[in-house]
T-cell receptor, first 112, second 116 residues
Framework: EAQVTQNPRYLITVTGKKLTVTCSQNMNHEYMSWYRQDPGLGLRQIYYSMNVEVTDKGDVPEGYKVSRKEKRNFPLILESPSPNQTSLYFC???????????FGPGTRLTVL | AQSVAQPEDQVNVAEGNPLTVKCTYSVSGNPYLFWYVQYPNRGLQFLLKYITGDNLVKGSYGFEAEFNKSQTSFHLKKPSALVSDSALYFCAVRSLMDTGRRALTFGSGTRLQVQP
């Protein structure tokens, strides 16, 4: 089944404890992206990647890192999480320029 | 900068009645428009998209959307609502000129409640 998977789905952590949220897609998509969803704000792009080893900042990159060592994986890294990073995170992937972006199930992160 | 407005936080409709969820957008150049739906504790599911061509776009689950360039709108419609359509709906836009970042700008979402 073609899909985007994320792990973990739910995570509660404390301020400053490094964490990684994994994202994997099995559709051989070149493009991948991370968004965060906050009430009343819709989704905002954090980082994106156009292909392996090619990543760039989105609208709200502060406090986040990403890597793209393999085509299928695009992990989101929070080196020192803070409470304002409490949010619902979505990974997305797409093929060509006009291709639809397909979203993962989301990761609900709470930083205490 | 691109933006999306969904003017209604919630839309209530009786089962069997037609529904409309409104969306207006602002973007440089020609738009690439989407509707996604989010069910509780689920990810975003793609419903339909508009790139070029016919202004009336048909999508999944009987939904359709009408692109109106002069009004910069892309309203989502369904002729007969089902209780199972109750969910959170997001309109999204990006410019066709953005071939790199491809960042979708989302509206704040509209909650659709279909009453039996």
């Amino acid at each position: 089944e073609a899909q985007v998977t994320q792990n973990p789905r739910y995570l509660i952590t404390v301020t400053g404890k490094k964490l990684t949220v994994t994202c994997s897609q099995n559709m051989n998509h070149e493009y991948m992206s991370w968004y965060r969803q906050d009430p009343g704000l819709g989704l905002r792009q954090i980082y994106y990647s156009m292909n392996v080893e090619v990543t760039d900042k989105g609208d709200v990159p502060e406090g986040y890192k990403v890597s793209r060592k393999e085509k299928r994986n695009f992990p989101l890294i929070l080196e020192s999480p803070s409470p304002n990073q409490t949010s619902l995170y979505f990974c997305a992937s797409g093929r060509g320029d006009t291709d639809t972006q397909y979203f993962g199930p989301g990761t609900r992160l709470t930083v205490l | 900068a691109q933006s999306v407005a969904q003017p209604e936080d919630q839309v209530n409709v009786a089962e069997g009645n037609p529904l409309t969820v409104k969306c207006t957008y602002s973007v440089s150049g020609n738009p690439y428009l989407f509707w996604y739906v989010q069910y509780p504790n689920r990810g975003l599911q793609f419903l339909l998209k508009y790139i070029t061509g016919d202004n009336l776009v048909k999508g999944s689950y009987g939904f359709e959307a009408e692109f109106n360039k002069s009004q910069t709108s892309f309203h989502l419609k369904k002729p007969s609502a089902l209780v199972s359509d109750s969910a959170l709906y997001f309109c999204a836009v990006r410019s066709l000129m953005d071939t790199g970042r491809r960042a979708l700008t989302f509206g704040s979402g509209t909650r659709l409640q279909v009453q039996p």
